[in-house]
């Protein structure tokens, strides 16, 4: 799908990419990185509209420096911020958009009405884009990008601004547009715990270097923790030290939590942490807290945030750097 | 009950078909750059939009050809020997109307794209800041040339239903047409440059006026000086500096207009020279301008 070689970009005072080589293969792709890491950078050069300093990228097989063209023809964009004119309707608009891809007349106007069922917009799509909720937005800037049946969509922060509920909805609907649609997809975000249920692959860059680029499934199982909460007993006063000790002592890693924020949401201050080692890691507590006689509250997989990631990046950056000299 | 009856109710449920992939025609760059300029020109009358952004352009409309059609009446009626009012000189008598329909609809046509951030949206399709740019000029000049020809178009029929003289009616109409293409160009540039640059659409309007109309105002008060100390050399030099004095210069030198200039002082064909490149020069620069504009916000 996306291919980058040593990919660079300078600009007279920032360093935006540096040397950035990636393979991002068909499916959904979620490209992670701090504001400023250079996610923006490398979707204005993968759409061919801002030259690389060096280095060479290629976007579904077709090389972004001389074919910019028939690159933007194949591939959708959402940009992160507002972008859409208050009084048009969103059909207006995205039939607009679509004759700007290249879509005939009528091609457009059913192509419009398709996506924007598809996207989840109904009879709204006739009123004035001025009245629409962010989520509604949301959704007429993602169809405006899925309007041409672009074969890869580039998507900027889709979940920029909406609640919850919102966010899952919208990230439900980029799951769809790989599955039900065929489209492949890369989405950026800062937040990689969102990401993570949603892509096969999660790319993330920091500084414009590559941190770490591998599949979800690796990802969970290097940094995966589980998140286990028990209930004290008349036996053991304190199930969470119970239950810690007794699982120190199966070998496993644990920490308390205590009241960490996010967790606090959740009314609880008595959290353990155990690192997943592999399968088995699930029986383990299992029999601990059962053969404790405590009561299993819940065990949930904990939700990465993006902190842990370059902490782990870092640790491994300086042993390379102290390797090297 | 056998089992088909219970698929039978869904027949008349409106299936959903899943995703339809689009296989059909992909018309590329050049056929998005024509469906731009239809879009704009049409906006710039308020064809595709609410019936709210249709009065102006249309009233202006009205107002334009109204003056050429009560004198292809007059004409018409008391069997005059020639039109009140010559060809070229329609738009540079009638320029507040010109201006007026600049200000309103060239922020229209372009701060809305800008202000509302769309910009990156066409530049992430295959059309490229020069279609846009093409695009939107072509457009809003476009729109001035139907403005301000169309009422000369009324002269012209009028003039014949009038029976008067073929050959030096459809020089003149030629004439005037050279010229209001001259001005459509020239005040398209100008009128999208203020606007490009003035992403509120408010003060995009104010602008536009501003720059036409204090521009002729000052033009016109000196040029009023320098007929009053017998200048007037100078007044046709003076002429360069407006808009809407450019356009007389220019036909007055070389499209047998006469000057509107006070007393009648328009530049000979040395000075008209000068004037065309300066006319040149403006349309060349305010392009320039425009694709130096949109080269910032690109994505």
Redesign the interface.
């Known amino acids: 799908m996306i291919a980058t070689e040593s990919l660079s970009k300078r600009f007279p005072r920032v360093t935006a990419l540096d040397r950035l080589s990636v393979d991002i293969t068909p499916g959904v792709t979620g490209l992670v990185g701090a504001n400023g890491a250079g996610k923006?950078t490398l979707?204005?050069i993968l759409?061919g509209?801002?030259p690389a300093t060096e280095g060479r990228a290629t976007v579904l097989g077709l090389d972004v420096a001389t074919e910019g063209?028939a690159i933007?023809?194949r591939?959708?964009?959402m940009?992160e911020?507002?972008?859409?004119?208050?009084?048009?309707s969103a059909t207006?608009f995205v039939v607009?958009?679509a004759?700007?891809?290249?879509?005939?007349a009528t091609?457009a106007r059913e192509?419009t009405a398709?996506t924007l069922r598809?996207v989840g917009l109904y009879e709204e799509r006739y009123r004035p884009i001025g009245g629409y909720s962010t989520g509604m937005k949301q959704r007429v800037k993602l169809a405006?990008a899925l309007v041409?049946?672009p074969q890869l969509v580039l998507l900027d922060e889709p979940t920029n601004g909406l609640d919850p509920v919102g966010r899952d909805e919208m990230l439900a609907l980029i799951r769809r547009v790989h599955t039900?649609?065929?489209i492949s997809v890369l989405v950026t975000s800062h937040l990689l715990g969102e990401l993570e249920r949603t892509c096969d692959q999660v790319v993330v860059i920091d500084g414009g270097k590559l941190l770490r680029s591998s599949s979800t499934a690796e990802f969970t199982q290097a940094t995966g923790s589980l998140a286990v909460e028990v209930t004290d007993s008349d036996a053991c006063p304190d199930g969470t030290a119970a239950l810690i000790g007794a699982l120190a002592a199966a070998g496993l890693t644990v920490q308390p939590v205590g009241r960490a924020a996010e967790f606090a949401a959740a009314g609880s201050g008595h959290v353990v942490l155990v690192d997943v080692t592999g399968d088995d890691t699930y029986d383990t507590v299992r029999d601990a807290v059962t053969d404790l006689g405590l009561g299993l509250v819940r065990m949930e997989q904990r939700r990465h945030r993006i902190a842990e990631v370059f902490q782990t990046a870092d640790s491994a950056h300086e042993r390379g750097s102290s390797d090297a000299a | 009950m056998p089992p088909e009856s219970l698929t039978a109710p869904a027949q008349d449920v409106i299936h959903n078909i899943?995703?339809?992939?689009?296989s059909?025609?992909?018309?590329?760059?050049a056929?998005?750059r024509r469906?731009?300029f239809s879009?704009s020109l049409r906006g710039a009358y308020g064809l595709?939009?609410?019936t709210k952004s249709k009065v102006l352009p249309m009233t202006l409309f009205g107002v334009m050809c109204a003056p050429a059609a009560i004198m292809v009446a007059v004409a018409v009626a008391t069997k005059a020997t020639k039109l009140p009012l010559e060809y070229t000189r329609y738009a540079i008598v009638l320029q507040a109307v010109i201006g007026l329909y600049l200000a309103a609809q060239a922020p229209q046509s372009v701060s809305?794209?800008l202000r509302?951030?769309?910009i990156?949206?066409?530049?992430?399709?295959?059309?490229?800041r020069v279609d846009y740019v093409v695009a939107k000029f072509a457009a809003m000049a476009s729109a001035l040339f139907l403005l301000t020809a169309a009422p000369l178009l009324i002269l012209y029929v009028g003039a014949l239903l009038a029976k008067l003289d073929f050959a030096t009616q459809t020089e003149g109409f030629a004439q005037g047409l050279v010229s209001v293409v001259l001005l459509s160009l020239l005040f398209a540039g100008l009128g999208l440059v203020v606007a490009a640059v003035t992403p509120r659409r408010g003060f995009g309007v104010a602008a536009v006026i501003a720059v036409l109309t204090i521009s002729y105002g000052a033009v016109s008060t000196v040029q009023g000086i320098a007929l009053a100390r017998d200048n007037t050399d100078a007044i046709g030099w003076i002429g360069l500096f407006s808009p809407i004095t450019l356009i007389d210069g220019v036909q007055t030198a070389f499209l047998s207009a006469t000057s509107a200039f006070p007393g009648g002082n328009g530049p000979g064909t040395g000075a008209g020279v000068v004037y065309v490149v300066v006319l040149l020069a403006l349309i060349a620069g305010s392009f320039g301008l425009l694709m130096r504009r949109y080269r910032k916000v690109?994505?």
């Open positions: 923006s979707i204005k759409l509209l801002s063209g933007r023809e591939v959708g964009y940009p911020h507002d972008c859409l004119p208050p009084d048009v207006e607009h958009m004759r700007m891809s290249g879509l005939p091609a192509r398709d598809h405006q041409h049946d039900d649609f065929g | 899943g995703y339809r992939n689009y059909g025609a992909r018309l590329g760059r056929y998005a469906s731009l879009q595709g939009r609410s809305r794209d509302f951030k769309s990156p949206l066409y530049f992430s399709r295959p059309i490229e690109g994505l």
